[in-house]
Each structure stands twice: as structure tokens, then as C-alpha cells.
């Protein structure tokens, strides 16, 4: 399961957390070319601004704010295929289980 507060609110007790992160202009990227693949028109400066911002909404709110659980692990996929990314995910879970 994935999802920004799944870790600290939604399953505080699962065995393995994994909190994946890459900087702002991978996920940017990444993001950028996912709309462009779907016909979609936007600048890359724009998919950049709209995601820090939507980071710093969601590590700034109230309530199940943004943040990796305390006893969970900090992935960093910059740089990573999803290929990679997917070996270091089972590598966690088989490491944590």
C-alpha cells in the first residue's frame, strides 16, 4: 500500500514501512513525462513548482502531516530505474522480515 501518511497514521503497526522519496526534480521528471505520455500540454517548471508546493502542503499540515514513520526505512530512488527500485524495496522487506 502506498500513500503520503500510510506509515504514521493508516498502518503504524506494519511490519516493514518504506518511505520512498527522490529529490523534487526526479519526481518531477518522472511526473512530467507521465503527462506528456498522456497527450496532456504543461511546461516542466510547472509540474516542478506544483509538486514543491504540494510538498510543502502536505509536510506543513495539521493533521497525518508528511514525514517517514520513526521506525521506518528512507528510500531514495534518484537516480534509480524502476527496475532498481523495486530490488531495493524486496531487499528491505526480505531484510525487515
Do not use: C, W
Not at 500510510?6 to 522519496?21: C, H
Not at 516542478?48 to 493533521?63: C, T, V
Amino acid at each position: 500500500m502506498d500513500g503520503r501518511d500510510i506509515g504514521t497514521v493508516v498502518l503504524p503497526d506494519a511490519q516493514v514501512k518504506i518511505f520512498l522519496t527522490a529529490s523534487p526534480e526526479e519526481r518531477a521528471t518522472r511526473r512530467y513525462k507521465e503527462l506528456i505520455e498522456k497527450g496532456s500540454k504543461v511546461e516542466y517548471k510547472e509540474v516542478l513548482d506544483d509538486l514543491i508546493q504540494r510538498d510543502y502542503n502536505d509536510s506543513h499540515r495539521e493533521i497525518a502531516p508528511l514525514k517517514p514513520a520513526k521506525d521506518g526505512v528512507i528510500l531514495d530512488t534518484t537516480g534509480l530505474s524502476l527496475e532498481q527500485s523495486i530490488n531495493e524495496i524486496i531487499r528491505i522487506v526480505k531484510e525487515k522480515i
